[in-house]
């Protein structure tokens, strides 16, 4: 079951309280301006991905994770469509999030690792980190890497995605948090990450909506959304993410409530950076699964 919807500059501008980073994409939606250039997303649903003891459950998470992998890779096998993002021979890091109130699944972690051994790359060849990754001798020689970690809002970045999932990468990443986190896809330029990235996971299984300062979590604020975006482009994922957001606060305060910053670095990713696709009508999701309350 699936079908495809297209989110439109309207649709992502309307009731929201982004402010400069409204301005921003404005300027990126003027009529023919790269209209004619498609990427594909995929946001995949299952009800059943969070039991009635509020545990997540991996097989449902396995098969939500094949389902779209398949589905953006236009392969039924699962194994196959892993054949074409991985080869045996390849050192693999998969850069996960270890915030404790809410890390990457450690159930999603296990079903990429498995798939990565499926298709013949030893487990000693794949490694999943999140802060330890400069340090670590496995992804200082990875020749590929698995970008995945939940979406949540965040106070210096507007939203945590796929995009501010690399800012370990860098030493200092604090001098990366000026102007929203504007700077932050140049860390994707970086020869410890460029060129390696082959899929880019968001979890939605839970999603932080709501957030004000530092490091601040409030179980209030989070939504068992029970879903993974899935997709090449690591720009198109967080503004897709962005968006989804921005309706759970509308449907939750009656309002789109301000966040601390707004999420400009994903506008500056495109414009600036060339990263990937931020323009909400070049950007096609395909929803398979579970659509209820899907919001978008």
């Known amino acids: 079951m699936g079908g495809e919807k297209t989110i439109t500059r309207r649709d992502f501008l309307r009731g929201t309280a982004y402010g400069a980073f409204s301005v921003a994409l404005s300027a990126s939606f003027k009529e023919g301006a790269r209209t004619e250039e498609k990427v594909r997303v995929i946001l995949v649903r299952d009800k059943e991905a969070i039991d009635s003891q509020g545990q997540i459950n991996s097989k449902v998470v396995e098969r939500m994770l094949d389902q779209g992998v398949c589905e953006l890779l236009g392969e039924r096998d699962p194994v196959e469509a892993w054949r074409r ?29 498995k798939r990565i051994m499926d298709v013949g790359v030893p487990k000693k060849n794949i490694g999943v980190d999140d802060r330890g990754v400069l340090k670590n001798p496995l992804f200082k020689s990875s020749t590929a890497l698995i970008n995945v970690r939940p979406l949540r809002t965040h106070h210096w970045s507007g939203i945590g995605g796929c995009i501010k999932n690399y800012i370990m990468f860098v030493s200092t990443p604090w001098l990366y948090h000026g102007n929203a986190c504007s700077p932050l896809a140049s860390i994707w330029d970086k020869a410890i990450v460029k060129g390696k990235t082959r899929l880019n996971i968001l979890s939605l299984i839970r999603t932080q909506f709501y957030n004000r300062g530092p490091h601040h979590f409030d179980q209030r604020f ?35 409530r301000p966040l601390d910053n707004p999420p400009t670095h994903i506008y500056v990713a495109d414009e600036k950076y060339r990263l990937g696709v931020s323009d909400l009508r070049r950007i096609e999701i395909v929803k398979l699964g579970w659509v209820e309350n899907s919001l978008i």
């Open 85 to 113: 993002l991985v080869k045996p021979n390849e050192i693999v890091g998969i850069k996960s999030n270890e915030w404790y109130p809410l890390p990457t699944p450690v159930e999603l972690e296990r079903a990429i690792m």
């Open 222 to 256: 989070v939504a068992e959304y029970k879903g993974l975006l899935i997709g090449n482009d690591p720009v198109a994922l967080d503004s897709v993410g962005a968006r989804i957001l921005q309706l759970q606060r509308i449907a939750y305060f009656g309002e789109d």
